[in-house]
T-cell receptor
């Protein structure tokens, strides 16, 4: 299994509070991604990173920010959590830019916003 | 923009029966295509991938998929399903120069009857 650790694995938080999810990799892969998984929607890309301090938005980035200060860590922050952000969040890593390598996924973080 | 359609939300098959999960994609050029499997509470595991060349690709766990450009399809097959194959299956497309960002279908939940 690829060395990807997501923390926490489960979290319940209140509406309006800030939340940070962490993804840590030991593979030294350049590219890292945050997806959210919701029933009926599959996985949708939130943000991704193509290097330290280099990030870009995905298709559902509103309400989320990311940071990557080290190759191995990619943080996802919900500045003010809303109930619509209740979801399962997956981190993924990849070696190459061109799309012809697979992405490896973490175990997921289940976030509930009450 | 690229998109992926998995028309079957749920499929039930008997153990030992054959399986075909459908996937159609929309993209202007030759895409990179993937099938992932997700067991309950787990992350996604790559079953197989197509980049170029032979349109019939073999994957892990006895799965195969066939790329048909004329039909924009990449259907997943297995000749004899095992009870342990019960899971959710996701088709995904990656694009050239897309930073290996994957666009996922909404998934097909497979139930295996003993």
């Amino acid at each position: 299994d690829a060395g990807i650790t997501q923390s926490p694995r489960h979290k319940v938080t209140e509406t309006g509070t800030p939340v940070t999810l962490r993804c840590h990799q030991t593979e030294n892969h350049r590219y890292m991604y945050w997806y959210r998984q919701d029933p009926g929607h599959g996985l949708r890309l939130i943000h991704y990173s193509y290097g330290v301090k280099d990030t870009d938005k995905g298709e559902v980035s509103d309400g989320y920010s990311v940071s990557r200060s080290k190759t191995e860590d990619f943080l996802l922050t919900l500045e003010s959590a809303t109930s619509s952000q209740t979801s399962v969040y997956f981190c993924a890593i990849s070696q190459a830019l061109t799309g012809n390598t697979e992405a490896f996924f973490g175990q997921g973080t289940r976030l509930t916003v009450v | 923009a690229q998109s992926v359609t998995q028309p079957d939300i749920h499929i039930t098959v008997s153990e030992g029966a054959s399986l075909e999960l459908r996937c159609n994609y929309s993209y202007g050029a030759t895409p990179y295509l993937f099938w992932y499997v997700q067991s309950p509470g787990q992350g996604l595991q790559l079953l197989l991938k197509y980049f170029s060349g032979d349109t019939l690709v073999q994957g892990i766990k006895g799965f195969e998929a066939e790329f048909k450009r004329s039909q924009s399809s990449f259907n997943l097959r297995k000749p004899s399903v095992h009870w342990s194959d019960a899971a959710e299956y996701f088709c995904a497309v990656g694009i050239t120069g897309g930073g290996n960002k994957l666009t996922f279908g909404t998934g097909t939940q497979l139930k295996v009857e003993l």
